[in-house]
């Protein structure tokens, strides 16, 4: 050591005192400590990575061979650990919950249960590749119950429809919408710069007809297969509609989940104003909420004319949609970013207070406000008549997936030119059975499942649009006929 500091000497040409070379000699001491430390953690960190690496492979190899109970599966169904099983094999999806495109709901409510079919309505087979490392272990026996008929077929249809590339968009068809949405809000504008306000409020209500259908495809991945772009497309959808995308997607998964429950799907409850079953009247618990909505004198009065309400209640369906999704924005899991859905509200705010101020006077802005607002209830009524006249239940998951989505919906017949009018409403069983199908593709489905449903007993009922209009009626005349009677004492 001594002979590299009197070479450094040298070479700068002075000499250093005992001090200084004292100084130098325990900075190079530390240096070399420094080296032997970071040698060590790089020594620790490979070995801590080999233990993990290890760790993850032992892991692996147990999952292999690991024999889940159903009775075990059952036991995880909590924020903290979640399984779900899906063709005989038990997965741990609780970190990957809160990512989950589909939303957090829809895997709470299959927790510690069977997931195969809903998993292959709605997933294309390539994601069953991401599926092992979630892997628990094989389930004690391949099924929770034994399985009919209508499943056995509706596995095998599941396979036959992607081999059919009837999961295949053609995105042509979206061009002669995305045409038709341009020329009724330029329209609109149009109008109502002119001062026709209820020749503008109806394009206005066809645009948003129109665009939410859009929105419904797109979130259902039937449009493009990218989540990202597809997430562009639904907060442009937003900027137009200004119902929210985050709000839409936890909701509208949910319901096709467990569609017609009484207490877990959101969209079948709407008390105080309509009650689609009696079961209501006990209670109405929003699944994932604490809150209940319990039935007393003035929902009792309100569902007792449920009948005669209900279509002029859908002309204010929009201000609920509104006050929802700045709830789920401020409470509720976001999907894609909230600055951005935020900023997508706001736009949506800008354009249509701009259109507002086009008329000269207050009078006038008020009365386009309360028209405007009430012209998409035709939107709402092809929403509600799938589902308000078919049987509500307390036990959603009594049935197999095929007999309860045939049992919550129901098809309306219509000719194939107006097909783009509903936008695949028309097809709802063929939608909540396989929701990945592009509308254009329904018709074809139908042709196919339809005759499954026949050949297993699985409803398949199809009444004209006319005839859907009046069994929900019916079915909320009978609803209101049981809220009329006597309340029972407290």
């Not at 929770?144 to 590339?165: D, H, M, N, W, Y």
């Not at 209640?313 to 924005?329: N, V």
């Not at 207070?353 to 386009?368: D, S």
């Amino acid at each position: 050591m001594a002979t590299n500091l009197e070479c450094s000497d040298s070479i700068r040409g002075h000499v250093i005192d005992d001090g200084e070379k004292l100084r130098l000699l325990e900075a190079v001491v530390e240096q070399q400590d420094d080296e032997l430390l970071e040698s060590a953690h790089k020594k620790s960190a490979t070995a801590a990575s080999s233990d993990v690496a290890k760790a993850s492979d032992q892991k692996h190899s147990d999952s292999k061979t690991r024999i889940v109970s159903w009775t075990e599966l059952e036991s995880h169904t909590e924020s903290d650990s979640l399984w779900i099983a899906v063709e005989g094999k038990a997965y741990d999806v609780t970190e990957w919950s809160i990512s989950h495109p589909g939303g957090v709901r829809l895997l709470h409510l299959y927790a510690g249960k069977d997931a195969t079919d809903p998993f292959l309505a709605y997933h294309p087979s390539r994601i069953k590749s991401l599926l092992p490392k979630f892997l628990v272990g094989t389930m004690a026996s391949p099924n929770q119950a034994p399985i009919s008929s209508s499943t056995a077929e509706f596995r095998k249809l599941a396979v036959t429809l992607e081999q059919a590339g009837l999961y295949k968009t053609d995105i042509t068809q979206y061009y002669y919408i995305a045409a038709l949405l341009v020329t009724l809000f330029s329209a609109t504008f149009w109008l109502v710069g002119h001062g026709h306000i209820f020749l503008g409020a109806f394009t206005l209500g066809a645009f948003w007809q129109q665009l939410a259908l859009v929105g419904h495809d797109v979130g259902h991945n039937c449009v493009v297969r990218s989540r990202k772009t597809g997430q562009w497309i639904m907060l442009a959808v937003n900027i137009g509609l200004g119902i929210g995308s985050s709000f839409w997607m936890d909701n509208h998964n949910a319901h096709h989940g467990v569609v017609n429950s009484s207490d877990c799907d959101p969209e079948v409850q709407f008390m105080p104003f309509i009650a689609t079953s009696p079961l209501h009247f006990d209670h109405t618990k929003k699944h994932m909420s604490s809150a209940e909505r319990t039935y007393g004198f003035v929902t009792k009065q309100l569902v007792s004319v449920q009948h005669f309400t209900m279509l002029p209640l859908l002309c204010f369906a929009r201000y609920k949609f509104y006050i929802q999704a700045f709830g789920h924005l401020a409470m509720g899991k976001i999907y894609i970013n909230w600055y951005l859905e935020i900023a997508s509200e706001l736009l949506f705010f800008a354009w249509y207070t701009a259109l507002t101020c086009l008329l000269p006077t207050w009078q006038e802005r008020v009365l386009w406000i309360v028209v405007s607002h009430a012209s998409d209830w035709v939107l709402y009524l092809q929403t509600v008549i799938t589902h308000f006249p078919r049987e509500i239940t307390a036990s959603w998951d009594a049935l197999s997936w095929v007999d309860g989505q045939a049992a919550g919906t129901l098809n309306w017949s219509c000719p194939r030119w107006l097909d783009w009018f509903h936008g695949g409403l028309q097809f709802q069983i063929e939608h909540h059975l396989f929701p990945r199908l592009p509308r254009h593709n329904l018709r074809k489905a139908a042709a196919l499942i339809r005759p499954m449903c026949e050949q297993h007993n699985v409803d398949y009922h199809c009444p004209t649009f006319w005839g859907a209009i009046m069994e929900t009626l019916d079915a909320l005349k009978s609803v209101a006929v049981e809220a009329q009677k006597p309340m029972a004492p407290a």
